[in-house]
């Protein structure tokens, strides 16, 4: 969908993907790349809104026994300095409408590749995360850093420079599940927090024998799950260091922030089980802040 | 041996004991939404019982308070008790409390009286009285092992330690009727003086005989509260909480239950609540993911709003709800009062007021 400046009243299909799709990033020439859920990283046009697939593929690894070089759960993306995109897929082991399982599982089923359109290639840079959901450039041109939902934790990965391929824990320990993270106008972050971490849930992450039990008996409206029912986005710098908090407690108007996105001073607000985007102004935000400005053309 | 194996093939089948399914809410218990519009009548902190005296006023135990209730739900102390008021009946020509370890006799001829209730098992988990015909009082006592306010960890401990006790005040004696019961909460005497009770964690009502109990009316869908005669014959019966299959899942799950008892914040164990839906810490079930922003009325219920019609032998006949996702949950008791039916909500902390011609 496309909402058109400046009131954003007026919308129109942008294009028709096919799919579910997840993060999206413009590059310099204002092509839109596109996380398909299900179908991968695809690219719509910017001249003629044409879709194209750009990748669905990355190297299999070597020692395992199933197939993993399909993409299951392409799901964020940002586009480094120098073109190149990391994307990240959610898990490899579920489609798209099944990562409630995932997050019972909680294991390392996901993974962060790396597209780099000069030579149409998609390599696999970081293996066995824990559902690796939000990625964004540190700033650096070397660095993003990228969440991991069911680790509550959010990492620093180098993919150049001097301490290329290094991963360094930034915060560790998040009191919820981490979705997205995209760039403030003051040069730090917006993480969204889909959801809370409760104490009953952790201790059942404890016990995988219940779990599994669990999955076993009930049916899936009956599964324990993470309160999502929460909405949440925090500020952080690239320290760690958590700035800022907006919630919605209740969940009344946004339950489970995905993703969320500041443009132009606002702070725009977006669930995946949710049919309403909001819109916060922020105080003292750079009023012209883009965070992929199109320099092309 | 025999046990252990029936054990495993229970697990393996999914059935026996390993059986997590719970009853459907249908025929009378056809889900409406008649609880949760009813009219707010009372609201206060810390309500948990209300009865009807002889002589016609409305009483209602609040906190430490016995409250007489007007017309118009204007509220008048009749008594300020040492300790919270855990049931509340009327007696003779006054009102007969109950606290953790007294009886305290409020108005009429016995007023001022207390009789303090101890024995070696005793922890205070006196929920329910009623009067009998023979001026005696019934007491109905959840558990030997868990304080009222702790019910939930009864729940989860397996408890089967209620009694239900009889006292007589010419006397000054208190004797047993029935112990061993999973959950005593309720005391109903009817006109031939048989007694009877609700067994909160076996889901069903019971008559306690000689030397025993008989099943009335069994596999409820939740667990019933207090009971209460209706003037037109019959009974009625509020259900506290609603029986969720992830709940029965970790009843059976030993280890998981004790470690979520020592760890985790009673408010937060996945248990059934009084109330819920307020705070992000609470356990969370995959149905219950809000979706375009609604909360769709077949997610699994933490806490629910229930009152259920009996005729003279315990039939349902009708019931009344608040369904999940609403306010006038935990209902733990009924009385009829004026033309209308007064339902207190524990859970919302409030007396709803629905008029009996428009229910019946």
């Avoid at chain 2, 949950?329 to 007021?353: P, Q, W």
Wanted: glycine content about 10%.
């Amino acid at each position: 969908m496309k909402f058109h400046a400046p009131d954003y009243t007026r919308m129109e299909v942008y294009a028709h993907i096919g799919g579910q799709p997840l993060g999206m990033a413009f590059d310099a020439t204002g092509d839109l790349y596109v996380c398909v859920g299900g179908m991968g990283l695809y690219r719509v046009g910017r001249a003629n809104r044409a879709v194209e697939k750009v990748t669905d593929e990355t190297n299999r690894s070597w020692n395992t026994v199933n197939d993993d070089s399909r993409l299951r759960l392409a799901d964020d993306l940002d586009i480094a300095p120098d073109g190149r995109i990391f994307f990240s897929e959610a898990t490899i082991r579920y489609e798209m409408g099944e990562w409630p399982i995932d997050s019972l599982e909680a294991r390392g089923n996901g993974r962060i590749i790396c597209y780099d359109p000069r030579t149409d290639k998609t390599q696999t840079v970081l293996k066995n995360l824990v559902f690796p959901n939000g990625i964004c450039m540190a700033g650096d041109g070397q660095s993003l850093l990228f969440a991991e939902s069911w680790a509550c934790r959010i990492s620093r990965y180098w993919f150049d420079g001097p301490d290329k391929g290094k991963v360094q824990v930034v915060i560790p320990d998040l009191p919820g599940y981490p979705d997205n993270i995209n760039r403030a106008s003051d040069g730090h972050f917006w993480i969204a927090l889909m959801g809370m971490r409760g104490p009953s849930f952790d201790l059942a992450m404890r016990w995988p024998g219940f779990r599994r039990r669990m999955v076993k008996r009930l049916g899936q409206d009956e599964w324990i799950s993470p309160n999502i029912n929460v909405g949440c986005v925090i500020k952080c710098d690239l320290n760690g260091t958590v700035l800022e908090s907006y919630w919605d407690k209740g969940g009344e108007n946004h339950p489970m922030i995905t993703s969320m996105r500041e443009h132009r001073g606002y702070l725009y607000l977006g669930g995946i089980s949710n049919n309403r985007i909001g819109r916060l102004r922020l105080e003292g935000a750079d009023p012209q802040f883009i965070q992929h400005p199109i320099s092309a053309g | 041996m025999l046990k252990q194996l029936k054990r495993a093939r229970d697990r393996f089948f999914g059935v026996g004991e390993a059986d997590t399914s719970v009853p459907v809410l249908d025929g009378p218990l056809k889900p409406n939404h008649i609880l949760e519009n009813a009219a707010v009548f009372f609201e206060a902190d810390g309500l948990e019982d209300l009865c009807v005296t002889s002589d016609g006023r409305l009483a209602v135990a609040s906190g430490t308070a016995v409250l007489a209730l007007g017309e118009a739900g204007q509220a008048a102390t009749l008594a300020t008790l040492d300790e919270p008021i855990q049931a509340l009946a009327a007696y003779r020509d006054g009102l007969v409390a109950a606290t953790c370890g007294s009886l305290h006799f409020i108005g009429g001829r016995l007023d001022g009286r207390q009789y303090r209730l101890s024995s070696a098992s005793f922890a205070g988990c006196i929920n329910a009285l009623c009067e009998h015909p023979d001026g005696s009082i019934i007491i109905s006592e959840g558990s030997g092992r868990h304080a009222y306010e702790q019910w939930s960890r009864d729940l989860l401990s397996d408890g089967a330690s209620g009694r239900v006790l009889q006292y007589s005040p010419e006397r000054d004696q208190l004797h047993v009727l029935g112990q061993g019961l999973k959950y005593a909460y309720g005391a109903l005497v009817d006109a031939r003086g048989a007694v009877f009770t609700s067994e909160s964690w076996a889901h069903r009502i019971v008559q306690i005989e000689q030397g025993g109990t008989r099943s009335i009316y069994q596999d409820l869908p939740g667990y019933p509260a207090r009971l209460t005669r209706a003037r037109a014959g019959g009974y009625w019966l509020a259900v506290f909480a609603p029986r969720n299959q992830l709940i029965e899942f970790v009843l059976r799950e030993t280890g998981f239950k004790n470690e979520m008892m020592a760890q985790v914040d009673p408010k937060y164990w996945i248990a059934p609540a009084l109330s819920s839906g307020r705070d992000f810490f609470e356990p969370m079930q995959q149905g219950g993911v809000r979706q375009m922003g609604i909360l769709k009325p077949w997610a699994p219920a933490r806490s629910y709003g229930l009152v259920v019609r009996l005729n003279a032998s315990f039939e349902p006949q009708y019931s009344l709800h608040s369904r999940v996702g609403g306010m006038h949950h935990g209902i733990t008791a009924v009385a009829e009062f004026n033309d209308a039916l007064l339902v207190l909500s524990k859970g919302a902390g409030r007396v709803l007021r629905l008029p009996l011609s428009d229910i019946q």
